[in-house]
């Protein structure tokens, strides 16, 4: 018996030596958790049995995993991903679901058609949320394969454009204008800068994003008199080549926007936003239709010619810039016209026994009856760690440590090798005996 004890002792010492040198392989492996073999005597148990009997071995009870935390290494990448505490992220083999895959290594990328995957290809799930960023559903079924867009949507036309300018009060008035000595009258040309005091312009966009630079040039046309204290300006606004009409109007010649101001330099006229008539000047798909609205901040002063405000509030259809992943799993696009898109949250899973998890390489596991069901949440909620973006979890494996239980394995077969020798000798022993 003492052949097949020692038997025993080398298969548990080649089964230990196995599982250590797997470890010792993976310590560069993403994600990877080592594993540990568990062993457990053999006794022969008989109702009759006599309490001081010899064992007949050693048997692997089984190889558990342990789950515990690795290392970070930073990266420079935003979708390499690492968890901070509990939980896995969740993958799926193909498109329509398939299998079901369950991991610690974050390392993730994305393929020809934008969508997030793994190295193994499989595809990264989030869970979905509103414009908010807030969860709207924590069920396995409502998880979804993550994709970057490449570009924000539809573009939006301007349809209004804010501004707010200081006049200077002493400005001259074009008609009237002395050139080189001279006196010269100046009828309104945009191509001629003597016929307008100033301009100021911006960038508008048609229906389709495509842009238009919409310029609005002023021209003083009356100052204070004794018999009046008021002064008038006109606006005129020009999108590419073609002139909007104050009037609301599409005829031509175009109708400019009289601006008046008091004594006091105040804005008398217009009282509020104006809308121009429809223009659609050369590259626009469409007539555009603007709303120029000079606010409460403009004014004439003793001051120089000053614009404090130009916006407009339309948009072209932006390029992805970047993506951001948050510590709750927020996974944001930001685009080239500054708009952002919340595309989910990285879904997460939990279960009551890790340790029943099935390997299925890759430093990836697959559900069982021992693991029991996953528990699924988003990071920083239900017991789930948090995600770090631009990091990688290492191997949970300290080397130091690998290499000392090597040598025990080591030494408990060569050990088991000696017993079985010894047996053999003295068995050799007994059959020669005469």
Same mark, same amino acid.
């Given at each position: ?28 492996? /993403?994600?990877?958790?080592? *594993?540990?073999?568990? =062993?457990?005597? +053999?006794?022969?148990? @008989?109702?009759?049995? $006599? &309490? ?126 002395? /050139?080189?000595?001279?006196? *010269?009258?100046?009828? =309104?040309?945009? +191509?001629?800068?003597? @016929?307008?005091?100033? $301009? &100021? ?234």
């Amino acid at each position: 018996m003492s052949f097949y004890t020692s038997l025993s002792g080398l298969k548990g010492a080649q089964s230990e030596l196995s599982v250590i040198s797997n470890n010792i392989a993976n310590v560069g492996s /993403v994600g990877f958790k080592k *594993s540990r073999t568990e =062993f457990g005597d +053999l006794v022969s148990a @008989s109702p009759l049995q $006599a &309490s001081g009997v010899a064992g007949q071995g050693t048997r692997l009870k089984g190889i558990s995993q342990e789950f515990s935390q690795g290392g970070f290494q930073a990266t420079d990448r935003a979708l390499d991903l690492a968890i901070s505490g509990q939980g896995f992220f969740i993958t799926h083999s193909d498109m329509t679901g398939g299998q079901l895959a369950f991991t610690r290594n974050g390392a993730f990328s994305t393929d020809a058609n934008r969508y997030v995957v793994d190295s193994a290809g499989n595809y990264l799930q989030v869970l979905p949320v509103d414009d908010q960023g807030t969860v709207t559903s924590t069920s396995l079924s409502a998880t979804r394969n993550l994709q970057i867009p490449l570009t924000s949507g539809e573009a939006h036309g301007t349809a209004k454009i804010d501004t707010s300018v200081i006049f200077p009060a002493d400005a001259d008035i074009p008609a009237n204008r002395t /050139v080189f000595g001279s006196p *010269s009258s100046y009828a =309104f040309d945009r +191509l001629d800068p003597n @016929s307008y005091n100033y $301009a &100021s312009a911006t960038t508008v966009y048609d229906a389709a994003g495509n842009p238009q630079q919409a310029t609005i040039y002023y021209v003083r046309t009356s100052a204070p008199t004794e018999t009046s204290s008021d002064s008038t300006w006109e606006a005129h606004l020009f999108v590419g080549n073609s002139e909007a009409s104050a009037n609301g109007s599409t005829t031509t010649p175009a109708t400019p926007l009289q601006l008046t101001f008091d004594a006091t330099g105040a804005l008398t006229a217009p009282s509020g936003a104006v809308t121009f008539g429809n223009v659609q000047p050369t590259g626009a798909i469409s007539p555009m239709s603007l709303t120029l609205d000079f606010g409460n901040a403009t004014k004439q002063a003793a001051s120089p010619f000053t614009v404090g405000a130009l916006t407009q509030d339309g948009y072209a259809a932006g390029q992805l810039d970047s993506v951001s992943v948050g510590a709750d799993g927020l996974v944001t696009a930001t685009f080239s016209n500054g708009a952002t898109q919340k595309l989910g949250k990285v879904a997460m899973a939990n279960f009551a026994n890790p340790a029943g998890l099935r390997q299925l390489g890759d430093s990836s596991w697959g559900i069982t009856g021992q693991s029991g069901d996953p528990t699924i949440s988003e990071p920083g909620a239900g017991g789930m760690g948090s995600i770090q973006s631009g990091a990688l979890e290492q191997a949970n494996v300290d080397i130091t440590e690998e290499l000392v239980a090597l040598i025990a394995a080591q030494r408990n077969f060569q050990a088991n090798a000696k017993a079985i020798d010894t047996a053999n000798t003295l068995t050799q022993t007994v059959i020669q005996l005469n």
